[in-house]
């Protein structure tokens, strides 16, 4: 049995529930997740808070945690490896993703592996968008996909218009 240790921390799109075993962060909910206890953030969930205050403050543009990843198949591990590596300020499709992680047939597969993403705005799922950069699907609710992409859109132009 793994144990988990549960902090919940404020944020601009509500509070988000995190969740750090032995190894490292383990999950990131929207909310407060029922029935279980919560205590002050230490350790990674300290380190998670902080993190995650810097990524909505505009001042961290990528993520230092050790985390823990102990489901998915293959090819969601794929597909969540490949969005960590989409860069802050950027998309990319489900079908350009689906076809990176090697099945360009499989946008929607793509699609269910990012609703299953463990660590969401962390592993950022919300980078991943539809066709024509249609904005859809997004286990937070869109207007949350939205503030996170405009967020970034609007760091990712501050940064390049002061060097």
């Known amino acids: 049995m793994v144990l ?8 601009p799109i509500g509070p988000l529930s995190l969740a750090a075993d032995e190894v490292g962060l383990c999950g990131v909910r929207f909310g407060a ?3 279980v206890e919560f205590a002050p953030p230490a350790g990674v969930l300290a380190a998670a ?3 995650l205050a810097g990524y909505f403050a505009g001042t961290l543009t990528g993520f230092g945690l050790p985390l823990s990843v102990r489901r998915g198949s293959e090819f ?5 490896r490949r969005m960590s590596a989409i860069p ?3 998309t990319e499709t489900y079908g350009e993703v689906a076809a990176v992680v090697g099945d360009p047939g ?3 597969a793509v699609g269910v592996a990012c609703n299953r993403n463990p660590l969401p705005v ?6 991943v968008v539809g066709a ?3 904005l859809v699907g997004f286990g937070g609710g869109l207007p949350r996909k939205r503030f996170l992409l405009e967020l970034e859109a609007r760091v990712a132009l501050e940064r390049a218009w002061s060097s």
Do not use: I, T
């Open 88 to 90: 802050y300020g950027e």
């Open 122 to 127: 962390v592993v950022p799922c919300h980078r």
């Open 106 to 108: 499989a946008a929607r």
């Open 33 to 35: 997740v029922p029935d």
């Open 49 to 51: 808070a902080e993190e």
């Open 132 to 134: 024509g950069g249609k």
């Open 76 to 80: 969601e591990r794929a597909v969540w």
């Open 4 to 11: 988990m240790r549960w902090s919940v921390v404020d944020s």
